[in-house]
């Protein structure tokens, strides 16, 4: 499993699940208490949410998201996640607040191209299939 976007050659995908997206930013942040954000609030364009957090890992030189968000928790760096990461990432002195108006983060299942495993192929089915009971690709759940 792999959020979007990523190098596609070589790879087949079939994307499993939008959801929205959140920043992160230090608990005594001016956006911490409001009820969500927008791209202008944190001087982001669009087209420059899919690869904010590598971005982020970069310029402050993180050398991984556990990292990025301790600096977060320092008051030193703000970043854009997907929902489902901050959820599996709380941390203390951390705020993660919705992003009303950001495209929405793409988890997708990858395998090799011209794969021809059948438990691949029968991953895929069942994951596709849990997709389409679950009412197809959004995630409409709470931030």
């Known amino acids: 499993l792999i959020h979007e976007p990523f190098d596609r050659r070589g790879l087949d995908a079939e994307i499993i699940l939008e959801e929205p ?3 992160a930013v230090p608990r005594d942040h001016p956006f911490a208490g409001r009820p969500s954000v927008t791209l202008a609030d944190l001087g982001l364009l669009s087209e420059d949410v899919d690869r904010q957090t590598e971005r982020d890992i ?13 600096l977060v928790a320092l008051g030193s760096a703000t970043t854009v996640l997907a929902r489902s990461t901050a959820e599996r990432y709380p941390r203390p002195g951390v705020s993660y607040i919705p992003i009303s108006d950001a495209p929405p983060a793409r988890l997708a299942i990858v395998w090799q191209e011209h794969a021809s ?27």
Do not use: K, M, N
């Open 58 to 70: 970069d310029a402050y030189q993180a050398e991984d998201l556990a990292q990025l968000l301790a």
């Open 21 to 23: 997206r959140v920043a």
């Open 117 to 143: 495993s059948l438990g691949i192929a029968a991953l895929v089915r069942a994951t596709t299939a849990l997709r389409e009971s679950a009412g197809g690709l959004v995630d409409h759940g709470g931030a």
